[in-house]
């Protein structure tokens, strides 16, 4: 069975930092690209991050770029995202996905239960 | 202008159909992507649906019924959701989703009513 596990989350204060984590089980973790979603409170769905199953490509919305870093450890079947520099406007359950194939496509027929990153001071 | 536009909200009886649209922006021509759907449910995460880019080339996700069907309408540039047969469980949020320049893009969702 498919699962994964988010954990990292937490309050934060504006400028501060955090990693997200991601746990994954019951797949091959290394051949599947993987994505970060979040979801601010009473808000809709953005798209945060996505990396390549060998980790070799990745891809982040404007609102993220250059503060965000996607990553995975393939061998402890593991996703991260280290969250620099944080706004208020980052809070939100943060959800990782598992794509279909080892590049991304979009479809993500799993997903984490999520993590809550608060941004506040 | 967003790249994607869904309703806020919409409301239909149960047994009926209802129909979710989801408007690419000027530009952004619907013939050329592969539309996702999503559902999401409070407190829980997002379903994947399905996903349309063609009559032949169109994909249900796992364990969705057949009365979730996607299209497109190229006239007014939208991909389109129809759910037939509705049942009390498909009130939700409905979210379309493509990939648009190396990135994924949301629609801001819809908010299906099943009364």
């Known amino acids: 069975e498919v699962q994964m596990l988010e954990s990292g989350g937490g309050l934060a204060q504006p400028g501060g930092s955090l990693r997200l984590s991601c746990a994954a089980s019951?797949?091959?973790?290394?051949?599947?690209?993987m994505s970060w979603v979040r979801q601010a409170p009473g808000k809709g769905l953005e798209w945060v991050s996505a990396?390549?199953?060998?980790?070799?490509?990745?891809d982040y919305a404007d609102s993220v770029k250059g503060r965000f870093t996607i990553s995975r450890d393939n061998s402890k079947n593991t996703l991260y995202l280290q969250m620099n520099s944080l706004r208020a406007e980052d809070t939100a359950v943060y959800y990782c996905?598992?794509?279909?194939?080892?590049?991304?496509?979009?479809?993500?027929?799993?997903w984490g239960q999520g993590t809550l990153v608060t941004v506040s001071s | 202008q967003p790249v994607l536009t869904q309703p806020t909200s919409l409301s239909a009886s149960p047994g009926a159909s209802a129909r979710l649209t989801c408007t690419l922006r000027?530009?952004?021509?619907?013939?050329?992507?592969?539309i996702f759907w999503y559902q999401q449910k409070p407190g829980s995460p997002p379903r994947l649906l399905l996903r349309?880019?063609?009559?032949?080339?169109?994909?249900?996700g796992s364990g969705v019924p057949s009365r979730f069907s996607g299209s497109k309408d190229a006239s007014t540039n939208a991909g389109i959701l129809v759910i037939s047969g509705l049942q009390s469980e498909d009130e939700a949020d409905y979210y379309c989703?493509?990939?648009?320049?190396?990135?994924?893009?949301f629609g801001g969702g819809t908010k299906l009513t099943v009364l």
């Open positions: 996905a598992k794509d279909q194939s080892a590049g991304s496509s979009g479809w993500y027929q799993s």
């Open positions: 019951g797949f091959t973790f290394s051949n599947y690209a």
């Open positions: 990396i390549s199953g060998g980790g070799d490509t990745t």
């Open positions: 000027s530009g952004v021509n619907v013939g050329t992507y592969s």
């Open positions: 349309y880019y063609s009559d032949s080339s169109k994909h249900q």
């Open positions: 989703m493509i990939w648009h320049s190396t990135a994924v893009v």
